[in-house]
């Protein structure tokens, strides 16, 4: 009985979060990529990749949602280079995301595009995960629930949103 709590324990001592931001409207538009891999409960590796979307497309709405523009992805890798890269960061770890959602919508999208293996691993969203943590929150965006983990934040930078969800 012991034994099954600590290893239950420490799958849950491990993780990857992560946050897509999209060029476009399109799931398949990734154009930034934050990963905060977390071992032991404490964080171990953070970081961020630039991808270039497909044509390098972009449309006003996201440009002033998170300030990436098409010279900044221009000579970026695309999601397939980047992709294989993460994994090797998340392994078999869960993966984590506020909203999780869009960021898995994401991932299954351009890894169809780009013909790339989804992760055979589980997702879990911060989202949920704070509804039932802090019932007596006003809402659950992620700046206001990062602000209440005590978790800093520049909000849609990708790596800053996936080191906020770790937090949470």
Same mark, same amino acid.
């Given at each position: 009985?012991?034994?099954?709590?600590?290893?239950?324990?420490?799958?849950?001592?491990r *993780?990857?979060?992560?946050?897509?931001?999209?060029?476009?409207?399109?799931r398949?538009?990734?154009?930034?990529?934050?990963?905060?891999?977390?071992?032991?409960?404490?964080?171990?590796?953070?970081?961020?990749?630039l991808?270039?979307?497909?044509?390098?497309?972009?449309?006003?709405?996201?440009?002033?949602?998170h300030?990436? /523009?098409? *010279?900044?992805?221009?000579?970026?890798?695309?999601?397939?280079?980047? *992709?294989?890269?993460?994994m090797?960061?998340?392994?078999?770890?869960p993966?984590?995301?506020?909203?999780?959602?869009?960021?898995?919508?994401?991932?299954?999208?351009?890894?169809?595009?780009?013909?790339?293996?989804?992760?055979?691993?589980?997702?879990?969203?911060?989202?949920?995960?704070?509804?039932?943590?802090?019932?007596d929150?006003p809402?659950? /965006?992620?700046?206001?629930?990062?602000?209440?983990?005590?978790?800093?934040?520049?909000?849609?930078?990708?790596?800053?949103?996936?080191?906020?969800?770790?937090?949470?």
């Open positions: 009985r012991r034994a099954r709590r600590s290893l239950q324990y420490d799958c849950w001592m *993780w990857a979060a992560i946050d897509f931001e999209t060029a476009t409207r399109s398949t538009s990734a154009c930034a990529l934050g990963v905060v891999v977390v071992d032991g409960g404490r964080e171990v590796h953070r970081q961020a990749w991808i270039q979307p497909p044509e390098n497309q972009y449309e006003a709405g996201n440009i002033a949602i300030g990436i /523009k098409p *010279w900044d992805t221009e000579f970026a890798p695309t999601f397939d280079h980047v *992709w294989a890269e993460a090797y960061l998340i392994q078999d770890r993966i984590v995301a506020h909203n999780a959602s869009f960021d898995v919508s994401v991932l299954r999208a351009c890894c169809e595009h780009y013909i790339v293996d989804l992760p055979d691993t589980s997702y879990h969203c911060t989202v949920q995960l704070a509804r039932r943590a802090y019932p929150l809402a659950y /965006k992620l700046p206001i629930v990062a602000g209440h983990v005590g978790a800093s934040l520049n909000h849609h930078d990708a790596l800053s949103d996936a080191a906020a969800c770790s937090r949470i």
